[in-house]
């Protein structure tokens, strides 16, 4: 029990390093990562224009626009040692709205454990994960609105810290060519180790979406993070090429994926065909290498 007290409390002071430096206020912040291909090609801008079962993460509403059960899997490589995956599946009830279930788990592989001296111990592993429970109703035929229900749990050696988080989101379509979107994300009472609690990254976001011509599509999210004080903006387009076939553009000015704030341009395509879809998309900016993240989806 003392080595794994070491343990947490060694990792306890890294992250506190961590945030003080960048003044990072919250703990959990994998629930900042994105789970779409599409949508990080999209330089992360999805709050308005998710349609599918990964958008779920941005926004609880878009497996609404479903109109048949969809399963998707995401693959992403954070950096060495770090995976990054999801799985989920929904379903369009007529009856009463959309229901999905999903899992997303980072795993940070094998970590040499040390004690205050410096003494090797033995190594440990360490993910965070989060079960989640989508449900999602028309209340118009222009309005939609979500819920996400999610059992969030971080894990370093025989420690866990758990958690019950809720993400509520909407949108609202004027017409065809133009929507909007509002979420307010990551509410709970944080994640606890030991004798030391964190606040979670509650987040407040509007998007929109703008179809400028038939297959061109623009969005930007606009997102504060309430404890970190933070602002990010998301831009993204989409281009359909052909039937079948997209490329998209993205902008982020902030963001917490290599550890810190900052801004990177991403990138990605995204094919179609018999009911599947896969989507790969890329950013060559961050300060750990090359990130890229690979999507499939497939409707039943």
């Not at 454990?113 to 035929?141: E, F, P, V």
């Not at 810290?161 to 979107?181: R, T």
């Amino acid at each position: 029990m003392v080595k794994r007290a070491l343990i947490v409390s060694s990792i306890l002071t890294l992250i506190s390093g961590l945030q003080a430096e960048y003044n990072i206020n919250t703990t959990a912040d994998f629930l900042n990562i994105g789970v779409s291909a599409r949508s990080f090609g999209m330089g992360n801008a999805s709050v308005a224009n998710s349609n599918d079962i990964d958008g779920i993460w941005t926004n609880p509403v878009s497996i609404s626009m479903l109109d048949s059960p969809q399963i998707g899997i995401m693959h992403s490589e954070l950096y060495i040692g770090t995976d990054h995956n999801f799985i989920g599946m929904a379903f369009p009830l007529k009856a009463i709205g959309s229901i999905g279930l999903s899992l997303t788990r980072i795993s940070y592989g094998d970590i040499e454990g040390r004690d205050k001296s410096r003494q090797s111990l033995n190594n440990y592993s360490a993910y965070d994960q989060s079960i989640n429970l989508t449900l999602t109703r028309a209340i118009t035929s222009k309005t939609k609105a979500g819920i996400n229900l999610k059992s969030v749990t971080s894990h370093i050696s025989d420690e866990e810290a758990k958690s019950l988080v809720v993400d509520l989101g909407m949108s609202y379509g004027f017409g065809k060519n133009f929507k909007i979107g509002m979420t307010a994300r990551n509410i709970g009472s944080g994640l606890r180790y030991i004798d030391r609690s964190e606040k979670l990254p509650f987040s407040i976001t509007l998007g929109m979406m703008y179809n400028i011509i038939s297959g061109f599509e623009l969005a930007m999210d606009i997102t504060r993070l309430i404890y970190d004080r933070e602002n990010i903006i998301n831009i993204g387009s989409e281009y359909r090429l052909m039937d079948g076939f997209y490329l998209r553009a993205g902008y982020m000015n902030s963001a917490y994926m290599d550890g810190k704030m900052g801004s990177i341009i991403t990138s990605g395509v995204g094919i179609k065909f018999i009911g599947i879809e896969i989507d790969w998309a890329m950013s060559p900016q961050s300060e750990l290498g090359r990130m890229q993240r690979l999507s499939i989806k497939k409707k039943f």
